[in-house]
Structures are given as structure tokens and as C-alpha cells.
């Protein structure tokens, strides 16, 4: 703000998600249509903006290959962890690796799973007990690992605490079940980006069946890149 102060329309400044500050201190402010924030110069995504790009999938679709068994279809669950929103406990968390087991291990998918910097340590430690030794765990954040799991799931689960982690699975294209846990408080803003992301057909909540769907690969970062670059 001080710089585009000093020197004016010289420089042009972005400011990522709600300021809380007056908007007009920036040429333009990039947030997610679900923080319903609005100005002339806010610039909204569906979902959050992230690094991903399907070249860096692409990439690393080989990284885990010595461990993935080729006639088995992938799923990949992406775990976040506890926030002020949602409580990671043992009853949460054996719900959501029960139904994976019966509803893709019993039907010939093979698993990985794939931490986040906000897993608990002993939610990885319950994974590698509880999934049999055909199963990839994966113990430390890693992002080749990540990447590559992306590319090679048929599926993908994600936890519910991370609007990110969701956006950046749906650049896939591909079906991504939420799993989801009871809300410790209110939470608007969640509601709203799954009713969005919903009505959009990337995501159906991780129940007792498994579907097949697909919607257009969603890569909201170039929409933001090309509009300001316009």
C-alpha cells in the first residue's frame, strides 16, 4: 500500500483473498466468489487460486509407478487436518477409512494416501495401521507425490477442511468425493463454496457408492492471469 502510494499508476498491486482493508488501496483484489466479497476491482475465482498446473502433473505421473499396481484402478485420498472448524477424531477418521474400504479396496482400487502439512502425525501412523501393505502411504509431505497422485487416480476423496486442496484436485478433471465431519462452529463460507462446487459437478459427498462424472478441468489461476494481463 505505501509503494502505491509513493508511486501510483508506475506499479500495480494485488492483493490475494479480503484485504480487510479499503479495497481501493489495490488495483485489484483476487478472492473466491464463495467470500461473496464484491468491488469494481475484485476479481473472482471459482474456488481458491493455487500453484497447480496439469504440465506439472504430468510430469510426475511416474513418481510413485514402482509401487502402483498396474490393474488396479487409483483412488487417492488428500488428508488436511484439524482447524477451528473441524476436529480430526478417532471416530471421524475410521468412518472415512471404513468407507473407502468398502467402497473402492473391496472393488479393486488401490489406495494412496497423501498428508498435508496440517496432518497429525497419528492419523498417518492410523493409515499405515489400518490399510493393508498393497496400500501406498505416503509419511511426509511430498509434493512429486502429491502431484502424482493426482494424475493417476480414477478417483479422489478430500477431507472437507480444505477449500484448496479441493480446488486444486478439481484442475483434474476428474470425480472428487468430500469427506466430510460435523462442523465445530458455523461455517458460511464452506457451505457456500460446496453448494458452488456442487452445482458445478466436481464434487458429491463420500457416501456408500461409487459414480463416475465428469466436469471441465477447472483452472481458475490462468482466468485470473489472463484477465489482469488483459
Known amino acids: 500500500i505505501a509503494l502505491k502510494k509513493k508511486f ?17 488501496n489495490f488495483d485489484f483484489i483476487v478472492a473466491p466468489e464463495h467470500d461473496g466479497l464484491k468491488g469494481e476491482n475484485v476479481l473472482t475465482s471459482k474456488g481458491a ?3 497447480l498446473t496439469n504440465d506439472e502433473l504430468d ?13 488396479k484402478k487409483i483412488v487417492t485420498l488428500i488428508i488436511g487436518g484439524p482447524t477451528k472448524y473441524y476436529n480430526y477424531t478417532d471416530k471421524i477418521i475410521d468412518d472415512i477409512f ?3 474400504k468398502q467402497n473402492f479396496l473391496y472393488n479393486s482400487y488401490q489406495l494412496i494416501v497423501v498428508p498435508s502439512m496440517r496432518t497429525p502425525q497419528k492419523i498417518i501412523d492410523k493409515a499405515k495401521n489400518y490399510f493393508d501393505k498393497n496400500q501406498i502411504i505416503i509419511t511426509t509431505v511430498d509434493k512429486k507425490a502429491y502431484l502424482c497422485s493426482l494424475k493417476k487416480a480414477d478417483h479422489i476423496i478430500v477431507t472437507c477442511d480444505s477449500t484448496s486442496m479441493i480446488s486444486e484436485a478439481a484442475i483434474t478433471g476428474k470425480p472428487i468425493y468430500i469427506a466430510q465431519m460435523a462442523s465445530i462452529k458455523k461455517n458460511k463460507r464452506f457451505k457456500s463454496f460446496f453448494n458452488l462446487f456442487t452445482s458445478l ?16 478441468k477447472l483452472d481458475e489461476t490462468k482466468k485470473i492471469a489472463d484477465q489482469i494481463k488483459e
Open 201 to 216: 459437478n466436481i464434487i458429491r459427498e463420500l457416501g456408500t457408492q461409487v459414480e463416475n462424472w465428469t466436469y471441465p
Open 49 to 51: 487460486i493455487h500453484y
Open 98 to 100: 471404513l468407507k473407502i
Open 8 to 24: 501510483g499508476k508506475d506499479i500495480l498491486n494485488i492483493h490475494i483473498q479480503d484485504p480487510k482493508v479499503k479495497l481501493s
Open 59 to 71: 510430469n510426475n505421473e511416474s513418481y510413485l509407478q514402482s509401487s502402483i499396481n498396474s490393474q
